[in-house]
């Protein structure tokens, strides 16, 4: 096929889509969608569908004005901009500020999105490097800045796969190093709801820094991951830019109807994310229970370490109907904090198999 020479040998993003009892591979929200945001959700898409012969919204004003009543920290909705999911946020992002001639840096292992939305985009990917325990300091962030001197950096906190947040220092001073010859910073922050402490967020530093973008999604703390809605906040100079390359309404009307739904039940919603944390703490306790090395996560996910044949220890959990996420990390899974009965059916699976 004549595809572009860049693009050959490459391989598509992916995880394994397997039918089993367990599915705790994805980060996904397990949790089922209350009742009455069901139906609150059927209501408002009901009332968009006796006008689907015409476009949406292209400005999504409501939604707009819904995600920064949300956020708070003063935002309005021309700070907000949303698409189909984060990655089209992103990948937005990358057309704008990326491109030919044109680089972006994260710091591996992290999202294995960056870099294939880096080769769509025709950017190069930077594969910037963290310390032996998955960490990241402000010296080393800003020494490989300095060397790279890359057009975007991608942070992602808390970070896929470890689950790590990083401390506000260090995007602090991410934004000043690449802000020297005006670059962009993106904190990608999809998991930020489950972190130890939300109010540890990036949104927290828009103010002043009109090259720093937050990215969030509703895949996650609001379970509308088959929804495919994603949102950043930055200064309205960005919102303006990414215009530049959006697709003609590509924000569909039933997409919207649905976010708002959501969104003004969001106490119902974000009730769960509570449950969510308890059970990934409760992950955490138990993996250091049997010898291994979770970390120390902020997200709905742990990433753990300590086994001797990740592969073998996959396929004895998929061979009792759970499936967790091998990202190809040597002596490493990631697992996803499911419901109660989820969390119960993995840690009694893996435990089963270390005791071999």
Known sequence: MPIREDLRGRSPYGAPMIDVPVTINVNENTHPMPREVVEAIGREVHQVALNLNRYPDREFVTLREELAAYLGHGLSKENLWAANGSNEILQQLFQVFGGPGRSVMSFVPTYSMYPLLADGTNTEFIAGQRAEDFSLSVESAVEQIREHRPNIVVLCSPNNPTGTGLELAVVEAVYEAVATYNGITIVDEAYAEFAQDPSQTALTL???????????????????????????????????????????????????????AALRH?????????????????????????????????????????????????????????????NGIAGHLRVTAGTEEETTAFLTSLEKYLKG
Do not use: C
Request: proline share 3%.
């Open 206 to 260: 828009l103010e002043g820094r009109d090259n720093l973008v937050v990215t969030r999604t509703m895949s996650k703390a609001f379970a509308l991951a088959g929804a495919r809605v994603g949102y950043f906040a930055a200064a309205p100079a960005i919102a303006d830019a990414v215009r530049l390359v959006r697709l003609p309404y590509h924000l569909s009307a039933v997409t919207q109807a649905t976010a708002l």
């Open 266 to 326: 969001r106490g119902q919603l974000l009730a769960n994310v509570e449950d969510i944390r308890a059970q990934r703490d409760r992950i955490v306790e138990k993996l250091t229970e049997l010898g291994l090395k979770p970390a120390q996560s902020d997200s709905n996910f742990v990433f753990f370490g300590g086994l001797e044949n990740e592969k073998e220890a996959w396929q004895a959990l998929l061979d009792d109907g759970v499936l967790v996420r091998d």
